[in-house]
């Protein structure tokens, strides 16, 4: 397993970046909330998981050690897989996932692409008890240039699995009705929101 990979980025989106280590570049898959705290840098240090596959193997990178640990843990959930996961910790911060879990919330998890009530008081059930021994951390929000939002949000959407005229529509709309949105991951929380 790799712990961890630290290295210059040479490629950024939403969804996945590309880590420069010793002249070898890692397609590194992000959520959100990482992305917002990765967006101003130029070198990185991101814990990892890997999953294997019989026809690929995927790094999935996390800004901190409690996101990382939470993504493990939603994959250990049934029917949760890596990239409901991601889109879980993107829709949520890791402290707002937890508080979700610990005060069984099952509309926030609904919310979700992906998951229906079953698998959301799935994940409750299965990881109250893990959720409660942790302490929460709260996240911290990095601007991003406005001119970069739409096409930002648009190819993160796309690569979660949504329809592209579908989200192109909602996105501007979430820019109509909430026209001081300035961050990418807030763009898409709202489309999402807009899609539940």
């Known amino acids: 397993m790799i712990a961890y990979l630290e290295g210059k980025i040479n490629y950024k ?13 890692y397609d590194v898959q992000i959520s959100l909330n990482t992305f917002a705290e990765i967006e101003p840098l130029k070198n990185v240090k991101l814990y990892t998981h890997l999953i294997v596959r019989e026809n690929e193997h995927s790094i999935y ?4 050690m409690s996101e990382k640990d939470l993504f493990g843990k939603l994959i250990s959930v049934s029917g949760i897989g890596p990239n409901t996961a991601r889109v879980i910790l993107s829709y949520m911060t890791p402290n707002e996932a937890k508080t979700a ?4 919330n099952v509309v926030a998890f609904k919310k979700v692409k992906g998951v229906g009530p079953k698998t959301a008081q799935r994940i409750i059930l299965d990881l109250k008890d893990k959720v409660a021994k942790e302490g929460l951390e709260l996240d911290t929000n990095i601007n991003l240039p406005t001119s970069s939002l739409r096409d930002e949000a648009l190819s993160a959407l796309l690569a979660l699995g949504f329809n592209k005229n579908i989200v192109a529509k909602q996105i501007d709309k979430a820019f109509k009705d909430n026209p001081d949105i300035n961050q990418v991951e807030n763009l898409i929380k709202a489309v ?3 899609l539940s």
């Open 13 to 25: 989106a939403a969804t996945n970046i590309y880590l420069d280590i010793g002249g070898i570049a």
């Open 61 to 64: 990178g996390f800004f901190t």
């Open 192 to 194: 999402l929101r807009q």
């Open 101 to 104: 879990i610990l005060t069984d």
